[in-house]
């Protein structure tokens, strides 16, 4: 059998799956008496163990095979759940995790798995097992289907609760559970499954399934319709009435939120295809724009009309593959949980990480990016912000330190802040780490004391670990969030802990743009930079320490002459204007020579010719056909 055309897919739902036990694991280590999260865990390792062992991945398969033991002994309440069984399983997850990106890049699922197994079975019988929950089967029946057992007893029909185990050899599980129920609905009718009908059809169960069945055909004639139907390994049909414990109501509100729970429907899309997509409405953005210009110029009013439509059905084409292309910031968010937990562990801390804004969206580009720089904030604030459990006690803190990510959409966009109620910096402490590195702060604003920590090799920490304290991480975050176009904030109190705050444009393609005319060239600055545009007077310009400033909400601020900093003519114009823009905590004053207007542009990157060109991040192309520069306002400022 041709697996290759479905390894993808298997890929995808694999890496799916994998997080999802990454997750669901974090919940049962903090409720480790949930029975529903021990038994969704296990469908979904049972779900990548049917995979691997359809695409022939033996040791893929061997491990969850494994896994699914000592879940098994969790879920038959023969194991505790313990903070030693859940660190071995994610260990396995790990290894899971290590052997899909080895096929996602060609090779096999060849890494030594041995270790793992041996732990997985000696775990098992590191515990008595403690007396069995009472219930264990419950339906969960709610008191509209119990009304219909008791009309049904009245009637003199027989009431059955059947659990059908499915062979974990086949195939298509989902498909064999439609015939049972086929079956089963030719001689009675089906008032509750366990798990749900929409969860049977999609496969997401284990090798079994529970029934309440009405019928006026005996046990044996029930469980023989079921054997007939092949790979169905057993078929347990057992008398039940409306007042067996086995049938336990659930309150009114619970019922009415399963059903009317839905699940939206999705399809995967190719990114590359996506990019395309992306490429083909930028262009045509650029052709409508062209077309505006051509009717203008040429006074040709029957145009109007029409451009007026096209430029509604490209806005909103625009703004749909923007939003196809946006993901919530929780696909990366939901990767720190679990790296908190094993930081935690390793430093002997106790840490608590709250997220919070996780639906915020951002283009794909930007997710794939900021992954790395919350990698080293975080580890960071662990390590350096948080203290040990003594510490804080002595301190008249709470003994668990506590770290939050909060994300949120502010305008044209998206903020990320990273906060630890631990140890803080004070300046004097960077000052004196400064002074170390023969760093002169002399002259120096508290602001830019503080920004002394984005640089390369400085570290405030006096111990060099394997988690942090060689000076690289914060250098890379400043790296990297310069290069998406974002800022970068840090707030701190000694005592009191830290705040880093990260704000980023909501998309890297297509945004909203002033065109201004400085010297001989046109340039654009994007709109969610500027705070005001003032007119240009003499009378207003001061000068301190040979730097002209402007006081601005009575603020003193710099002026910045683009012409001058650019390298460009002076025009000779008389008449300039004055555009006030913020970049994360700093404001500025750029000097233009005139207004051309507001306009939606495409990005398009510099190629790797100016790509040392840090005024700018990109180009587009106006309705006339000219290039224009796009300034990056957070590097000039």
């Known amino acids: 059998m041709d697996t290759s055309q479905y390894m993808e897919i298997f890929l995808e739902d694999s890496i799916e799956n994998l997080q999802y036990l990454n997750d669901s694991l974090l919940h049962l280590e903090k409720d480790p008496g949930n029975k529903e999260r021990i038994n969704e865990i296990f469908r979904a390792a049972h779900t990548i163990k049917g995979m691997a062992a359809t695409m022939g991945f033996v040791k893929m398969t061997a491990l969850t095979h494994k896994m699914e033991d000592v879940l098994s002994e969790f879920r038959e309440g023969n194991l505790e ?11 396995c997850l790990d290894t899971l995790e290590n052997m899909a990106n080895r096929i996602k890049g060609g090779s096999n699922d060849d890494l030594p798995i041995d270790g793992l197994i041996v732990e997985l079975e000696l775990i098992s019988f590191k515990e008595e097992p403690p007396a069995r929950a009472e219930n264990a089967d419950e339906m969960g029946l709610n008191e509209y289907e119990l009304s219909i057992i008791q009309q049904a007893e009245g009637s003199g029909l027989n009431v059955f609760q059947i659990k059908v185990i499915i062979s974990e050899t086949t195939l298509l599980k989902a498909a064999r559970a439609f015939l049972v129920v086929q079956t089963l609905e030719e001689n009675g009718d089906i008032i509750k499954s366990v798990p749900a009908a929409e969860e049977i ?21 029930v469980r023989n319709v079921i054997m007939n139907i092949s790979e169905i390994d057993d078929a347990v049909v057992s008398p039940v009435n409306s007042k067996s414990e086995s049938l336990k109501s ?4 619970e019922y009415f939120a399963e059903v009317h729970k839905k699940q939206q429907p999705s399809v995967r899309v190719d990114l590359n295809k996506l990019d395309m997509f992306m490429n083909r409405v930028s262009e045509l953005v650029i052709c409508r724009t062209r077309l505006e210009q051509i009717g203008c110029s040429n006074g040709i009013g029957e145009l109007d009309e029409t451009l007026e439509q096209i430029a509604r059905a490209t806005t909103d084409l625009q703004e749909l593959v923007m939003k196809i292309r946006m993901l919530p910031v929780d696909v990366i968010l939901s990767r720190f949980p679990r790296m908190v937990r094993d930081l935690s562990l390793e430093l002997g801390k106790d840490i608590e990480l709250v997220i919070k804004g996780e639906e915020t969206e951002l283009d794909r580009v930007l997710i794939d990016e900021i992954g790395e720089p919350l990698i080293h904030i975080l580890r960071n604030a662990a390590d350096h912000g948080i203290e040990s459990r003594a510490e804080r006690i002595t301190q008249g803190k709470n003994p668990t330190g ?5 994300a949120y959409q502010e305008g044209t966009s998206a903020v990320i802040r990273v906060e630890d109620d631990g140890r803080g910096m004070s ?24 920004n002394l920590i984005y640089m390369q090799g400085f570290s405030t920490s006096d111990v060099i670990t394997d988690i942090s304290g060689r000076g690289v991480g914060m250098d890379v975050v400043k790296t990297k969030i ?4 974002g800022t970068l904030d840090v707030f701190t109190e000694k005592g009191k802990g830290t705040a880093i705050t990260i704000k980023l444009p909501l998309t890297l393609q297509i945004i909203k743009s002033l065109l201004v005319n400085t010297g001989s060239e046109t340039m654009a600055i994007s709109l969610g930079y500027i705070d005001r545009v003032i007119d240009y007077k003499d009378n207003i310009i001061k000068k301190t320490n040979n ?16 012409d001058g900093r650019l390298g460009l003519k002076d025009s000779g114009s008389t008449k300039k204007y004055i555009i006030i823009v913020r970049a994360g905590e700093k404001t500025a004053g750029l000097v233009v020579d005139s207004l051309l207007g507001q306009k939606e542009i495409v990005i398009k990157p510099l190629g790797k010719t100016l790509q040392g060109l840090k005024e700018y991040i990109g180009a587009t192309i106006l309705g006339d056909g000219r290039v224009t520069l796009i300034l990056d306002v957070a590097a000039l400022v």
Not at 250 to 253: A, D, L, S, T
Not at 482 to 485: E, F, L, N, Q, Y
Request: proline share 2%; hydrophobic share 40%.
């Open 81 to 91: 759940v313990t903070q030693e069984a859940i660190t071995l399983l994610f260990k």
């Open 201 to 221: 059809e999609k496969g997401n169960f284990d090798s079994s399934i529970s029934l309440v069945y009405l019928t006026s055909k005996d046990a044996e004639f």
């Open 250 to 253: 659930k309150p009114r509100e």
């Open 402 to 406: 506590r770290i939050s990510i909060t």
């Open 427 to 450: 300046l004097e402490q960077i000052k004196a780490k400064a002074a170390e590195k023969a760093i002169d702060t002399a002259g120096m604003s508290d602001r830019e004391i503080m």
């Open 482 to 485: 310069s290069d998406m176009g």
């Open 547 to 562: 730097v002209e400033v402007i006081t601005y909400k009575e603020a003193v601020i710099p002026l910045i002459r683009l």
